[in-house]
């Protein structure tokens, strides 16, 4: 008697066999049993909702016809090669036409076949038709579902539908898989917690997700699903943060000393924000604690983290360790090291900037002071978590806008010392509440969720090409009035040749438009030498330059109060956050700013939506909702490199109250029983316990 589990290799399957098997594994990275059991349909046909073909509208997202298919046949060359099918219903006829896979198509469509047709519906040239649309043939297909109201769709690809693996040869091996593995389908979580959240169980849902009997039972398998997908990413999350405090004995700071309270009452030029106090004396609390601190601060642009940065590191000299403060690029590092010497005014600390152009000399006094302890504060890019760099005594670390960074980068510096030292990163990227539970579950957050007083909101509007001098009048009214404009381009790697000679294009009309000797022009971009960079930046900086013409390079940190003008070429081609962020370059001062993006007047309704965005609103968690809702999670900043978003099924955008739900249920489970040896738990601590490919997240801040 073989039993099969969900370890089982595929190619066991009744009905998989090698050569299935191989394209299963390759086209869908089905490997096992338990791969396909989790290869869930990604929609399901509603046989109680079809659409007349009289009835179907371009501005419908989808609709379902059932239709015969009357004529197909190729049409055009070349490019324009297509096949082009007609179908017709009882009201009248469409078509449909593909791109891709003529072929095959040709070969597998049956004309005269009675079909379920789902797509788009658009016009073009006063013809109703759907791309590429999903076709299932209706007649064969009856009897076999028999009464199945919900019908569900799997993705397949050319590959997997040679070989009958079509969205019904799928269906037809989960139901092969669902019978073998039926007895095995054993529960993952507690059985107090699935009947306190009213979970349906495991096996019902797995079995349900493929085989619905109806929309309800579907809704409830479907919770029961996203439930185990957040909470178990919850459980690991949570586990790691309190082994973290408990492992991790973390240095102590046990005074509020001189330096910290010098700075504070003398050297501070203005007074502290409510929320720039609420953080630090978050921090503050975590450093006496003897734990380990692990925490994000987030605040939008401009609401003042560097000030911060600077104090909990004063607090950490204050108690005779070093810190340090690691920025993604050189002219951010400076900045940051400028604006930390000028606020302390070369007394209460010794700070000193390594960056990769550090040059030997300097590099080798650095290295000594820091190992015989005689330097405080250490500013710097990458250049800082190299072997070569190493502390006496390393008690604070603040990461700034760090999502530019690297999981294991943050993990070298965590190992620069014997006992971690505290980790502050900070981020100028709001990330939605959802997405900061998923993502930094292990972290502690502070926000910074107020601008210092005396700002004047930005002012943002949208203008087309049309509007291009009335753009310029504007600059120079400004210009007049002392102050200075940025002019960024986009610069997108795939089309960097392209995007350069844009730049440059519109630095000569500026050039015309701007002449010297009355107007002077700052170039930036990143194909520059370091040097000729920095060279120009800092000529902004010291407001020899009163126009700024750069690539994004300038996108974080840079800050230049006098700057009032933020202007945005090719406004559509940029990401909301990313948007923000340039943004965010003015409005530095007590002048009002504002930020003007430029746009071709062809925009696609995404791209609308996120300008819309921009004029209606600087709140950046707002910003972040709609990033989140446009892009989904996978695309936003930080997540690709985190591997914790593959989500199956939950959707970050639409599952937050769940996701709350999940995750007050797992700090409870934390509470009542932080080692989980309560016999109830037993299953959370066997999942616990197998080792996971991926991320060993107690590595991690
Ligand atoms: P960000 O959070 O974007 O890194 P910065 O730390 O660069 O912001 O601060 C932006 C500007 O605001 C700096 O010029 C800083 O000196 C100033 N600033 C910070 N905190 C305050 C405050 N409480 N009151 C007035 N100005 C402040
Ligand atoms: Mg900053």
Known sequence: MVSYGVITPIEYLKGVGPARAEVLKAELGIHTFGDLLRYYPFRYIDRTQ?????????????????????????????????????????????????????????????????????????????????????????????????????????????????????????????????????????????DYIVNLHRLMPLRQALTAIHFPKNQEELGQAIRRLKFDELFFIQLKLLKSKLLNTQKFRGHRFEVVGERFNTFYHKHLPFSLTQAQKRVIKEIRKDTASG????????????????VVALMTMLLAVDNG??????????????????????????????????????????????????????????????????????????????IDEQHRFGVEQRAKLWRKNAIPPHMLVMTATPIPRTLAMTLYGDLDISVIDELPAGRKPIKTMHLYENSRLRMFGFMKEEIARGRQVYIVYPLIKESEKMDLLYLEAGLETLMKEFPLPHYRISVVHGKMPVKDKEFEMQRFVKGETQIMVATTVIEVGVNVPNATVMIIE?????????????????????????????????????????????????????????????????????????????????DLTTDQALLTEVRARVIKVFQEDPQLSDLRHARLRQYLSQKEPGISWEKIS
């Not at 734990?291 to 983290?305: E, H, I």
């Not at 400076?334 to 700070?351: C, G, K, P």
């Not at 820091?370 to 190299?386: K, M, N, R």
Request: overall charge positive.
């Open 291 to 306: 734990a380990q601190l692990n925490r994000l601060v987030q605040g939008d642009v401009g609401s003042g983290k560097t």
């Open 50 to 190: 079809f659409h007349k073909i009289e009835r179907l509208h371009p501005d419908m997202a989808a609709a379902q016809v059932v239709g015969r298919l009357i004529q197909l046949e190729e049409r055009g060359e070349r490019k324009g090669r297509r096949l082009v099918g007609i179908l017709k219903d009882d009201t009248g006829t469409m078509e449909l036409v593909w791109f891709q896979s003529i072929v095959w198509l040709r070969k597998s469509l049956q004309v005269g076949g009675v079909y379920v047709v789902y797509g788009k519906p658009q016009l073009f040239q006063q013809n109703l038709s759907i791309t590429h649309p999903e076709m299932e043939l209706y007649q064969r297909g009856a009897k076999e579902i028999g009464s199945m109201h919900l019908q569900p769709v799997y993705s397949s690809t050319d590959k997997l539908k040679k070989l009958s693996l079509d969205s019904r040869g799928i269906l037809k091996l989960q139901a092969a898989l669902l019978e073998t593995l039926s007895s095995q389908l054993n529960e993952e979580l507690p």
């Open 570 to 650: 090719n406004a559509e081609r940029f990401g909301l956050s990313q948007l923000h962020q340039l943004r965010g370059r003015v409005g530095r001062g007590a002048e009002q700013s504002y930020c003007i993006l430029m746009s071709g007047s062809k925009l696609s309704k995404e791209s609308k939506l996120r300008l819309e965005t921009m004029v209606r609103t600087n709140d950046g968690f707002e910003i972040a909702e709609v990033d989140l809702q446009l892009r989904g999670p996978g695309d936003l900043a930080g997540t690709q490199q985190s591997g914790v978003l593959n989500l199956r099924l939950a």
């Open 321 to 398: 360790f070093q810190a340090c403060l690691m920025a993604p690029t050189e002219i951010l590092a400076q900045q940051h090291y400028q604006s930390i010497t000028r606020l302390l005014r070369n007394q209460i600390a010794s700070v000193q900037l390594l960056t990769g152009s550090t040059p030997r000399k300097d590099r080798r006094v650095i290295h000594a002071q820091l190992e015989d302890g005689s330097l405080d504060i250490l500013v710097g890019t990458h250049a800082l978590i190299e072997d070569a760099v190493k502390f006496k005594n390393l008690g604070f670390v603040v």
